[in-house]
């Protein structure tokens, strides 16, 4: 016999758990399913972002970083350090243990707000009268009915053809944050979010990072001006960027990995890495959900075909996050997942993807919201531009980190803030503030009169408001 629900949430990662939070919330009987299983075989809710995304990255990244300072920058603070290693284990050790209280505390998080969790993989069985049976397979082997489905069963890593991922020499965001030792040499091909933040971690332990990326421009999707100043300090860090190359035949070896490729200028060339990370993008998951069995209809690319309202073709049948359209990132799922929910509820839920904020966690941190100013020029929109470098804030000289700048673009007739892009100490933390700004509709001279706190890094968002007006104060 099997359970009924009033909604049931398949896959836990940001998208899922969150609406399942939400959905328990305004009074509904909720079921999560998710698969992911730790190493000791239990729960791993939070899915790629908790698991193998952004919550391990980061700890590595803070780990990295904090041994790059105490070998390179810490004398400058009177600081003297001698015999300095690195425990790639212990580290790596630290990363799972992170990961674990973040599982440990969506399911905490689900036992407070009632929500049925149950282990194993959710699909689709048959339509019933008035909603779905789902089948779940795994630890908790089950029969469910609900009479609403949301589906927010996230990516994979896209593999690069002709090279699948085996975890230990060519690999996938997975294989990448479970490196035991330092390699000599490491490879990646793509220089989007993940591969420049893994090749970061580990070119700080001293790796020799070589990164292949087949667009001509570095961050094409980011404001110009922003990521040519990235480069030039990602360059001077010592990581290797080739852009405009065309990647041949990749073989392994019981040594390692070699990777034909060819030039921006057509010179053929070959490199030979310890190990190679594969970022060349991620795929809808939709490989075992029976979408086929019910009618659910799928795009090209296997993701789940919905309206703005995140509906598919079914009634009641939702689907949130990765495997739909839009960016893939863990907070817009978030917010798809809370306004699904209330749309059950009959509420008017709303996710505005123009001032949906991105970040890369490298050092120096990368962050925006709203439009390019290629993007403005693009569509004909007439702006104004502002910008201030971090150089002249006393925060980040104290701080020892003064490399990048705040940008704004403003509409030129109404001064409303069109874009913020930063890169810089911080940027991940000052994009909110932009954010928060942008959904009001606030304009550059609304920004450029709030008082900010001295000295804080925040200031150069101010300033880089009133360069808008052409009136900088500190610079």
Known sequence: MSKNFDVIVIGAGPGGYIAAIRAAQLGFQVACIDEWKNDTGGPAPGGTCTNVGCIPSKALLQSSEHFEQAGHHFADHGIGVSGLSIDVSKMVARKDSVVKQNNDGILYLFKKNKVSFFHGRGSFVKAVDGGYEIRVEGQSAEVLTGRQIVVATGSNARALPGAPFDEDKVLSNDGALRIGAVPKKLGLIGSGVIGLEMGSVWRRLGADVTILEGLPTFLGSVDQQIAKEAHKAFTKQGLNIELGVTVGDVKIS???????????????????????????????????????????????????????????????????????????LAHKAEEEGVAVAERIAGQHGHVNFNTIPWVIYTSPEIAWVGRTEQQLKADGVAYKAGTFPFLANGRARALGDTTGMVKFLADATTDEILGVHIVGPMASELIAEAVVAMEFRASAEDIARICHAHPSLSEATKEAALAVDKRTLNF
């Open 254 to 328: 019981k040594k390692g990995v070699t990777i034909a490729w060819t030039d921006a200028k057509g010179a053929a060339q070959k490199l030979e890495v310890d190990k190679l990370i594969v970022s060349i993008g991620r795929v809808p998951n939709t490989t075992g959900l029976n979408a086929e069995g019910v009618g659910l209809q799928l795009d090209e690319r296997g993701a789940i075909l919905v309206n703005e309202e995140c509906k598919t073709n079914l009634p009641g049948v939702w689907a949130v996050g990765d495997v739909v359209r839009g960016p893939m």
